[in-house]
């Protein structure tokens, strides 16, 4: 199985660099049991080097704060691409390493696939730990008679032909042409996320368990149809609580203040909430009828069943409000 390969060696040419005295590096969960050694590698390089323990989902939930409050010179954060660009702030994406053995098998199991649909162009897309192998997936597809095509997105988005589960821009200028979009990597949050931006196939090709299955069919209606029922109930109420995250990459004030006027106009009570991580427990007791969250799209689009309380997305507020039509819906993607 490919290995996620962790490499330090720009992160200690940065700091000693930057003559860092403290620096903050920030891990995805799934890297928390290389805490300690993080901090081996690195101490070297910087007198202080916490890791900082609160969860991370992304780069847009970079410990600015923690920066100023500890007083650091840097902040490391591994595991995604750069969403925001600052001196002081070094991105590490980690990698899985491939072969071109394994890029090869993974290849001929998509050729398959694509035979059997009868598909000839298609739209190559990966998360940032197999951006990388895409050049090389493309070029064995080329040989086969498969035209593939890696698109640029705005400039949220790294590399070409990366995708974050809040944008999906690397597909959208190249939608017009193909039979088929493919999803180069792990696990179901990304193409479950294309599901909502395209109406054209979705092909999740895992290179980890060696598998290729469609996930758009069966999805697509299922998930519209919760949506439009939110949508419908939420037509209804007469209070929505507007929440807006303080996050780095999630925090939409604009759009915020600008829902908080169209409700108003709407003849309803609108009332500003303001929070870091969005978790329901931390509104227990606010009296509205329907939350709308400005953070993170995916906390509606794949979380909304699990929460006791109505919430929606800014599109579906201003739909449920009138202001928009059900025609209008879109997945309130993140873009820049
Ligand atoms: S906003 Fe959501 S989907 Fe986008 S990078 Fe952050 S956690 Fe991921």
């Given at each position: ?8 060696a ?9 003559g860092?005295?403290?620096c ?8 928390k ?9 690195l101490?070297?390089?910087?007198d202080?080097?916490f890791?900082k323990m609160?969860p991370?989902?992304g ?25 925001h660009r600052?001196k002081?702030?070094l991105?590490?994406t980690?990698?899985y ?7 090869r ?5 998509l ?14 897309i990966?998360?940032?730990?197999y ?6 997936l ?10 593939a ?23 959208e ?7 088929a979009?493919?999803?180069f ?8 996320g294309?599901?909502?931006s ?11 368990h060696?598998t290729?299955?469609?996930?758009s069919?069966k999805?697509r209606?299922?998930l519209?149809r ?21 996050k780095s990459?999630q925090?939409q ?22 929070m870091d991580?969005?978790v329901?427990?931390?509104?227990a007791g606010?009296?509205v ?7 993170c799209?995916r906390i ?5 069943e ?8 800014p ?8 202001e928009k039509?059900?025609?209008?819906w879109k997945p ?5």
């Amino acid at each position: 199985m490919p290995e996620l390969i962790v490499d330090l060696a720009e992160a200690r040419k940065f700091l000693q660099e930057k003559g860092a005295g403290t620096c903050i590096v920030q891990i995805p969960e799934g890297l928390k049991g290389k805490t300690t050694w993080i901090i081996d590698e690195l101490k070297g390089s910087c007198d202080n080097v916490f890791v900082k323990m609160d969860p991370c989902y992304g780069a847009c939930d970079l410990p600015l704060h923690d920066m100023k409050a500890l007083n650091a010179d840097a902040i490391i954060h591994i595991g995604h691409g750069p969403i925001h660009r600052n001196k002081n702030i070094l991105y590490i994406t980690c990698r899985y390493d491939l072969s071109e053995q394994e890029i090869r098998e993974n290849a001929n199991r998509l050729l398959k696939e694509l035979g059997k649909r009868g598909a000839r162009n298609i739209a190559l897309i990966a998360n940032a730990q197999y951006q990388h192998a895409l050049p090389a997936l493309k070029k064995i597809l080329f040989e086969n008679g498969i035209a593939a095509h890696i698109g640029a997105g705005t400039s949220r988005i790294a590399s070409e032909g990366q995708v974050l589960g809040c944008n999906y821009t690397v597909v959208e200028s190249i939608q017009a042409g193909i039979d088929a979009n493919v999803y180069f990597g792990d696990g179901h949050f990304h193409p479950q996320g294309l599901v909502f931006s395209t109406t054209k196939p979705v092909i999740a090709v895992n290179p980890l368990h060696g598998t290729v299955e469609e996930i758009s069919e069966k999805n697509r209606d299922r998930l519209m149809r919760k949506r439009f029922a939110a949508v419908a109930k939420a037509s209804e109420a007469k209070s929505f609580g507007i929440i807006l995250s303080v996050k780095s990459g999630q925090r939409q004030k604009e759009k915020a203040l600008e829902l908080k006027k169209a409700i108003e106009r709407a003849g309803r009570k609108a009332y500003l909430l303001e929070m870091d991580l969005v978790v329901e427990s931390y509104m227990a007791g606010v009296k509205v009828d329907c939350l709308v969250n400005t953070a993170c799209n995916r906390i509606v689009l794949d979380d909304a069943e699990n929460w006791k309380r109505l919430i929606i997305n800014p599109t579906e507020c201003l739909i449920a409000i009138g202001e928009k039509k059900w025609e209008e819906w879109k997945p309130d993607e993140f873009l820049h």
